[in-house]
């Protein structure tokens, strides 16, 4: 049977890209949508490509633009919630070019699949059900009110290769109550933390360059924070509302240095280690 293309319907014979639309279905080119031609419609739409007969129906009027690439996903595989695609997965991860956009999953435990490089801006905004999140090597950024509002989440699991956690990240996450930040950190954003009530511990590594404005705002139970020696800025009020803090560790060498950063952010006692 001879082959056909996908988009315009012209005969391919033994020929990978179509002569009329451009149309290439190895999918060995940079494609701006993904469908798995399998038969069943509602699946495959429903995983990423919300055009599929627009651009069927239009391509005489589409001639010359590479605009799909396929993937073929059986139909076992559809029928798996979350099931990882080139540029994303189905309806649990709304992942785009390795950026999870949208975790529309009700577990309560949560394992971010491989091949996310960054998460979202409020990907996880509001879900009062997640308890635990592991986040896997690969993530760098974690975005702008990324977990904001996750009133149940208890434990992050933060891998080594995060550098950016963007304002807003953890904010309003009451549950949280300990956080290990890996090294790779420059910076925490402004208002990370604010408002995690049951947060009691909070260790920063040798790494860690800025914490700035209100990042810890509001932690009424925090009690022990370590300060790294790489730190240069500390913002303000980035301490602000921390009735419980009772210590705060810094290397010896850089007691003195801290203690003027924190003259702006919190007046507490600060214990040499």
């Known amino acids: ?29 940079v494609g701006l949508r993904t469908v798995s031609p399998v038969g069943k419609r509602d699946l495959y739409e429903h995983l990423v490509c919300r055009e599929w007969e627009k651009l069927a129906q239009d391509g005489e009027k589409n001639r010359g633009l590479l605009a799909i690439h396929v993937e073929y996903i059986s139909d076992e595989q559809l029928t798996k919630p979350g099931v990882q695609t080139e540029h994303g997965t189905s309806d649990v991860f709304n992942v785009e070019r390795g950026v999870l956009k949208k975790y529309n999953g009700k577990s309560k435990s949560v394992d971010i699949p491989p091949g996310v490089t960054a998460i979202g801006p409020y990907a996880f905004e509001n879900n009062s059900q997640i308890t635990l999140v592991n986040i896997p090597l690969g993530v760098s950024v974690i975005g702008v009110g990324a977990f904001h509002g996750c009133t149940q989440l208890e434990t992050v ?34 208002c990370v933390f604010k408002g995690c009530a049951a947060l009691t511990r909070a260790e920063i590594p040798e790494g860690v360059k800025n914490i700035e404005g209100y990042a810890f705002n509001n932690c009424k139970k925090l009690r022990t924070l370590i300060l790294p020696g790489s730190i240069e800025k500390i913002g303000l009020g980035a301490f602000f509302g921390c009735v419980a803090l009772a210590e705060i560790i810094v290397p010896r060498e850089a007691k003195s240095r801290i203690q003027r950063l924190l003259d702006s952010a919190a007046k507490r006692c600060v214990r040499e280690k």
């Not at 988009?7 to 990978?16: D, F, N, V």
């Open 157 to 190: 699991t933060f891998p080594e290769g995060i550098k950016d956690i963007k304002d807003y990240a953890f904010c309003g996450c009451e549950s949280l109550s300990q956080i290990v930040i890996p090294g790779s950190v420059k910076t925490i954003g402004s």
């Open 1 to 29: 049977m001879t082959e056909k293309c996908t988009i315009c319907g012209r005969e391919l014979g033994k020929a990978y890209r179509c002569p009329a639309c451009s149309f290439d279905r190895r999918g060995d080119f």
